[in-house]
């Protein structure tokens, strides 16, 4: 199949070229910001990035960054058919422990009641040196809901 939104049988969300997203950068990789297989959707880490214009936001700032990822996965999971409430994993990526509080706060409220399993790295660094925290995210479409 040569639509990459169905490539495999699997909806592809918002497919992307890494040159178009990292120009300054020697990269030509075909990717999407999720992927839904099956009822499960995996999406890709996000940052503090604002996904429709690419512009980072919340530089400096680990909270308005940490914000920001969490409001594109939402924004993702909606598109692909489910919600945060229906979040099962969470991959939390943080360039210094310090920022360990903030982080986690900031993704508790936008997690409360939903009891997600979750692993967090402290990382050297992110794609972009600007890019403080980032966070993927695996969910479930509810059967009744695909």
């Known amino acids: 199949m040569n639509d990459p939104k169905m490539a495999g049988g699997h909806t592809r969300i918002r497919p992307f070229n890494t040159r178009d997203t990292y120009p300054e950068q020697n990269l030509d990789n075909d990717l999407c910001q999720a992927v839904v297989a099956g009822n499960t959707v995996y999406v890709r ?28 996965i939402a924004m993702l999971l909606g598109e692909a058919g489910s919600k945060i409430e229906h979040l099962v994993k969470l991959t ?10 903030t982080v986690y706060r900031t993704i508790g409220r936008h997690t409360r009641g939903v009891h ?31």
């Open 92 to 101: 939390i990526y943080i360039v210094d422990p310090r920022y360990r509080e």
């Open 116 to 146: 997600p399993i979750s692993t967090g790295i402290v990382v050297s660094a992110l794609a972009r040196p600007e890019w403080l925290v980032e966070v993927d995210a695996v969910a479930v479409i509810p059967e009744g809901e695909q």
């Open 45 to 72: 880490g996000q940052i503090g990035q604002d996904l429709d214009t690419s512009e980072s936001v919340g530089i400096g700032d680990v909270e308005a960054q940490t914000e920001q990822a969490m409001r594109n």
